[in-house]
C-alpha cells in the first residue's frame, strides 16, 4: 500500500524567507502523481501544485516549486519570498493509477511578521 | 462556475442516531470522493465512487455508507453515529484519469 509521509508536524519562518517542506512516499507503481494542498484556517482545501512521475523536470508555479527525486521518493515544496498568505496547514498527496489520493499528515506553517 | 457544494456546513448530532451528509458537484465529473480529517492523522479516505451505481470503500469506511444514483451526488451516511466519528469531513471529486481532486468546504459534524 502506497504510504505519504511529511516528518515536519510544524514550521515556523519569517516573512519574505525561503522554506522547505519534506514529503516523502512509498509506491512500488512507476506512473502516478503528487500534489500539495494548502488548507488555510478557512478550511478550504486549495491545489498549490502538481507533478508527474514520468516529467525529470521540477513544476513551478509563481512563488512554490517542488524537488523531485523519484529515486529517493521524494517531493519537497520550496516556497519563495514567504507571505503572512502562506500561513496553512500543507498536505502531501498522491495519486496512484486508481485515481485514489492519499494524503499525508500534515505540517502546518506559520509565516511570522 | 462549476462548484462541489457540501451541507451542511456544520452539524451536531447524538450517539445512534443516523445522520447524512450531502455532496453535490456541478463539475459533471465522474470520480468523487468522502475524507475526513482528524488531527494528526491528515486526511483519510472513506468511500469512493468512479461512476454512477459504483461505490467502493476506503482505509476508514466501518460505520459509513454511499450511494450514487446520478452524477452529481454522492451522500455520506452514518448509520450509527459515535462519538469517534466527531470530525471534519470533505468531499471530492476529479475528472477521469489523473486530475487533481476539487474539494467542498467540509462539513463539521459533532456526535455528542
Known amino acids: 500500500a502506497q504510504t505519504v509521509t511529511q516528518s515536519q508536524p510544524e514550521m515556523s519562518v519569517q516573512e519574505a524567507e525561503t522554506v522547505t517542506l519534506s514529503c516523502t512516499y512509498d509506491?512500488?507503481?512507476?506512473?502516478?502523481?503528487l500534489f500539495w494542498y494548502k488548507q488555510p484556517p478557512s478550511r478550504q482545501m486549495i491545489l498549490v501544485i502538481r507533478?508527474?512521475?514520468?516529467?525529470?523536470q521540477n513544476a513551478t508555479e509563481n512563488r512554490f516549486s517542488v524537488n523531485f527525486q523519484k529515486a529517493a521518493k521524494s517531493f519537497s515544496l520550496k516556497i519563495s519570498d514567504s507571505q503572512l498568505g502562506d500561513t496553512a496547514m500543507y498536505f502531501c498527496?498522491?495519486?496512484?493509477?486508481?485515481?485514489?489520493?492519499?494524503f499525508g499528515k500534515g505540517t502546518r506553517l506559520h509565516i511570522l511578521p | 462556475d462549476a462548484e462541489i457544494t457540501q451541507s451542511p456546513r456544520h452539524k451536531i448530532t447524538e450517539t445512534g442516531r443516523q445522520v447524512t451528509l450531502a455532496c453535490h458537484q456541478t463539475w459533471n465529473h465522474n470520480n468523487m470522493f468522502w475524507y475526513r480529517q482528524d488531527l494528526g492523522h491528515g486526511l483519510r479516505l472513506i468511500h469512493y465512487s468512479y461512476g454512477v451505481q459504483d461505490t467502493n470503500k476506503g482505509e476508514v469506511s466501518d460505520g459509513y455508507s454511499v450511494s450514487r444514483s446520478n452524477t452529481e451526488d454522492l451522500p455520506l451516511t452514518l448509520e450509527s453515529a459515535a462519538s469517534s466519528q466527531t470530525s471534519v469531513y470533505f468531499c471530492?471529486?476529479?475528472?477521469?484519469?489523473?486530475?487533481?481532486?476539487?474539494f467542498g468546504n467540509g462539513t463539521r459534524l459533532t456526535v455528542t
Open positions: 498527496a498522491f495519486m496512484n493509477r486508481d485515481d485514489k489520493i492519499i
Open positions: 471530492a471529486s476529479s475528472e477521469l484519469q489523473n486530475s487533481p481532486l476539487h
Open positions: 509506491t512500488s507503481e512507476n506512473n502516478y502523481y
Open positions: 507533478q508527474e512521475a514520468y516529467k525529470q
